[in-house]
C-alpha cells in the first residue's frame, strides 16, 4: 500500500516535473545523440566510489555548488587561469572535491559522442549516481544543461553559511524558489560527508546553548587536530539515510545551520518527520535535488558544451 503510493508519487513527478518542458531540460535527453551517456557517467562515478566511497559526499556537493552560483552551468569546474579567478579557488570552496571523476567521465563522453554532453549534464548526473551508490533514493533527472562560461571568486558570496540561523537559510533558498521542506531536505544531503573544524569551531568557544555537552566535546577533540581536522556530520558519512536527522533531534548536528533546523520551531516538525520516516525524506529529497537541478539552466547561446570540464571553449 505505502509502496503504491510511493510509486504512484513518483509517476506523478515525472509527469509535472520531468515532461514539465521549463529551461529546455528533458528526460532522455541524449537518448539519441548520445545513448550511453547515462551509463558512462554512472560506471565512471561507482569505478571512483568503489576506490573511494568518500567521494560520493563530493560529487553531491559540487552538484550543490554548481547549482547555487551563477546556475547549473559547470561553472564550480573551471580551473583559475592568469586573468581569472575562478569559483573553485575561493576560500568557500569549502574543499570540493573529485574533479578527477568527472574529467574522467567527460574524455569518455568526448571519444564517444563529442561535443554533445555537457559538463553540468555530467556533475548533476553524477550526484545523482553518486546518491543511488551510498544508498540513497534512485531516480531520473532531466537533461540537456548547456555550460556556462562564467566562473568568477566573487560570485561564491551567493552559498548559504554555515552561521546562517533558521530564518536565513529560509530566506536564501526561498529566493530561489525553494519550500523551507525543500530547504530542510536538500540539508539532508549531510548525511554524507565531513566539515572541518573552521565550519564550527566558533560554536565551542561561545558555548553554542543548542550544542549537546557530550557532542560538544568530541567536537572540540576534533578540532584538537586543527582547523583543518573533518568531522562526519552524522554516525554513518559514507551512507545515505536519515542518521543527519536523527543527529540533529539529539542536539548532535555539526553546524550551527545544521542544528537550527532542530531548535527552531518552524522546522522541528519536517527534521522530526525524516528522523522517523526515511521513505518520507528519501521523496523530498529527490524532488528537491531535481528543482536544484533546474537552476538558472544556460540555452542557446548564453552556453555551450565543454570540449573540456576546466576551460571553456
Ligand atoms: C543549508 C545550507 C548549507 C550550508 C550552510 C552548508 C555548508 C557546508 C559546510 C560548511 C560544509 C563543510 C565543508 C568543509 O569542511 O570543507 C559542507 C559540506 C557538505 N555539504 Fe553542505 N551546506 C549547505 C547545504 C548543502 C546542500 C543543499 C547540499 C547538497 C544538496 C550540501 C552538500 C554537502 C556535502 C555532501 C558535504 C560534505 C562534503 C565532503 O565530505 O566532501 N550542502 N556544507
Ligand atoms: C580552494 O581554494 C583554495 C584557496 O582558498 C585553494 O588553495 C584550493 O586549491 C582550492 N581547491 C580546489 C579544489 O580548487
Ligand atoms: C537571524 O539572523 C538575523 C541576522 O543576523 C537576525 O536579524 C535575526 O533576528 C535572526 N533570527 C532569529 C530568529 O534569531
Request: overall charge negative.
Amino acid at each position: 500500500m505505502v509502496m503504491a503510493a510511493v510509486a504512484l508519487l513518483l509517476v506523478m513527478e515525472v509527469i509535472l516535473i520531468g515532461f514539465g518542458g521549463t529551461n529546455g531540460l528533458r528526460m532522455g535527453y541524449y537518448i539519441t545523440s548520445c545513448p550511453f551517456a547515462e551509463s558512462i557517467v554512472k560506471n565512471t562515478v561507482n569505478k571512483a566510489l568503489q576506490n573511494d566511497p568518500t567521494l560520493a559526499a563530493a560529487l553531491l556537493r559540487m552538484h550543490f555548488h554548481d547549482c547555487f552560483i551563477e546556475g547549473c552551468d559547470g561553472s564550480v569546474l573551471i580551473d583559475s587561469t592568469r586573468d581569472n579567478t575562478a569559483e573553485k579557488d575561493s576560500p568557500g570552496n569549502l574543499s570540493l572535491r573529485g574533479f578527477e571523476v568527472i574529467d574522467d567521465a567527460k574524455e569518455q563522453l568526448e571519444e564517444q559522442c563529442p561535443g554533445i554532453v555537457s559538463c553540468a549534464d555530467v556533475v548533476a548526473m553524477a550526484a545523482r549516481d553518486a546518491i543511488f551508490w551510498a544508498g540513497g533514493p534512485i531516480y531520473d533527472i532531466p537533461t540537456g544543461r548547456k555550460d556556462g562560461r562564467r566562473s568568477k571568486i566573487e560570485d561564491t558570496i551567493n552559498l548559504p553559511f554555515p552561521s546562517f540561523n533558521t530564518s536565513q537559510l529560509i530566506t536564501a533558498f526561498g529566493q530561489r524558489g525553494f519550500t523551507p521542506t525543500d530547504m530542510v531536505a536538500l540539508s539532508g544531503a549531510h548525511t554524507l560527508g565531513v566539515a572541518r573544524c573552521s565550519f564550527f569551531k566558533n560554536r565551542l568557544r561561545n558555548q553554542d546553548p543548542t550544542l549537546d555537552p557530550d557532542f560538544a566535546k568530541a567536537l572540540s577533540k576534533t578540532c584538537g587536530a586543527g582547523d583543518n581536522a573533518e568531522q562526519p556530520f552524522d554516525d554513518t558519512p559514507n551512507s545515505f539515510d536519515n542518521d543527519y536527522f536523527n543527529a540533529l533531534s539529539r542536539e548532535n548536528g555539526v553546524l550551527f545551520s545544521d542544528q537550527v533546523l532542530y531548535t527552531t520551531t518552524a522546522t522541528r516538525a519536517i527534521v522530526n518527520g525524516y528522523a522517523m520516516n526515511e521513505a518520507r525524506f528519501f521523496l523530498d529529497f529527490q524532488q528537491a535535488m531535481v528543482k536544484m537541478g533546474r537552476l538558472d539552466v544556460k540555452e542557446g547561446p548564453k552556453g555551450e558544451v565543454r570540449k573540456n570540464c576546466r576551460k571553456t571553449n
